[in-house]
């Protein structure tokens, strides 16, 4: 994970309004047009079957299929003045 998808996952839990010790859910599937479809929301807590990691303080939550997907992978983030948008 390169410094600015962290940056921007802190951002997304703390604005969530959830109380502390919320942290970040990361699903990916495969399908969609480009090949993978990503989603990602804050979290309460882990769901049944998700891995839950801390890095830096930042809670990470990963689901099983997600985890397969992910293996090898550097997430990113990227804002330009035309849209935001997180990649791998």
């Given at each position: 994970?390169?410094?600015?998808?962290?940056?921007?996952?802190?951002?997304?839990?703390?604005?969530?309004?959830?109380?502390?010790?919320?942290?970040?859910?990361?699903?990916?599937?495969?399908?969609?047009?480009?090949?993978?479809d990503?989603?990602?929301?804050a979290?309460?807590?882990?769901?049944?079957?998700?891995?839950?990691?801390?890095?830096?303080?930042?809670?990470?939550?990963?689901?099983?299929?997600?985890r397969?997907?992910?293996?090898?992978?550097?997430?990113?983030?990227?804002?330009?003045?035309?849209?935001?948008?997180?990649?791998?």
């Amino acid at each position: 994970m390169t410094p600015a998808a962290e940056k921007f996952m802190r951002r997304i839990v703390r604005f969530s309004g959830l109380p502390s010790g919320a942290g970040f859910r990361l699903l990916v599937n495969s399908g969609g047009c480009p090949g993978y479809d990503a989603g990602f929301s804050a979290v309460t807590g882990a769901q049944p079957g998700d891995e839950a990691m801390e890095i830096n303080g930042l809670r990470l939550f990963l689901p099983a299929e997600s985890r397969l997907l992910l293996d090898g992978v550097t997430i990113d983030f990227v804002d330009t003045p035309d849209r935001s948008v997180s990649r791998s």
